[in-house]
């Protein structure tokens, strides 16, 4: 009998297995998919890291969880510094002074700070949803060239119907630094996501489509604690309703020429574009392969947004105040199980970096093998 099984092979179950690997236990991690690493799974194609499940950056202020994920890989300087496409007419992003320019031909801060207070006096007292949240820190110039189309079609809403704190995360600068990340550490592993996490797990025993609410009765019995990082209404059989998530969609091309936008992620903030954005995947390693080489190929996938379903990838959660109150309820149902560790975006329903997921399954590991 094993101490532990991990259920799922992401951030949160590779961090945790490696940890109590490390105080010397017994760990099974298992899978439902045919390759380890979750969302984080990269593959090699053309010669070029392809983020199969959509682009993450790594970044992170936790010198801590940067220092942990040293030990398994080196990341590069990549720096996210997306465009944004507007029927054409291309900004940078996050907000900045290259961005103030070009939406108002403004050149000294002063001028777009003036520009941006003008247009902050519509939205009077604390902002009730993201679209005034958004009025209230750029304007409504901005708000409705470069946040409603792109936020609605990634939420599926109505930006009046979002809760505010989803656009704090964006930064607005009164310089020209388009750095989207405030972060202290920020790259992409080198070699890619997967073979980080191959590192991680290194000496633990791992089994590939293997469905365990589909055979929880029998995985139960090989370990005496389960660490499960599934959608806990799932684990639950939706016992008490359905949470909401977000699902991902995306059409991946093969590109028979080197460069197709010239940036790792152009974002289209129309609403009648129906993607929300476009990755081209060997920007985020220079358009160079390991050995320094120019790649001739190109990889791009359109991203959509869309309404998740039983049976879709759930991405990550919709934090609002009725899903709060539901995975409240789970969360209470969870506290009476035994020997069983909830963990992870989907396990904690919680829109989580990926530095957080680390963080949080570090803190865990520490609790339970003290």
Known sequence: MYDYLVVGSGLYGATFAQQAKAHGKSVLVIDKRPNIAGNIYTEKVEGINFHKYGAHIFHTNNKEVWDYLQQFTTFNRFTNSPVANYKGE???????MYTFNKMWGVVTPEDAQ???????????????????????LVGRDIYEKLVKGYTEKQWGRDCKDLPAFIIKRLPVRLTFDNNYFNALYQGIPIGGYTQMV?????????????????????????????????????????????????????????????????????????RETPWTRIIEHKWFEFGKDENGNDLPKTIISREY???????????YPVNDAKNGTL???????????KNIIFGGRLGEYKYYDMDAVVASALEMSEKELA
């Open 90 to 96: 291309l900004y940078s992003m996050p907000f900045n």
């Open 327 to 337: 995975y409240a309820d789970y969360k209470k149902l969870a506290e009476g199980e």
């Open 198 to 270: 191959e590192h991680m797990l290194e000496g633990i025993e791992v089994r590939l489509d293997v469905d365990y609410l589909e055979n929880k009765d029998e995985m139960d019995k090989l370990a005496e604690r389960v660490v499960y990082t599934g959608p806990i209404d799932a684990y639950f059989n939706y016992s008490l309703g359905y949470l909401e998530y977000r699902s991902v969609r995306f059409e991946n091309e093969i590109l028979d020429k080197p460069n197709f936008q010239g940036n790792a992620a152009v974002n289209y903030t129309d």
């Open 114 to 136: 003036g520009k941006i207070d003008e247009q902050r006096k519509e939205i009077i007292g604390e902002p009730k949803n993201l679209e005034e949240q958004a009025i209230s």
């Open 305 to 315: 947004s869309s309404e998740w379903k039983p049976g879709d990838e759930p991405y």
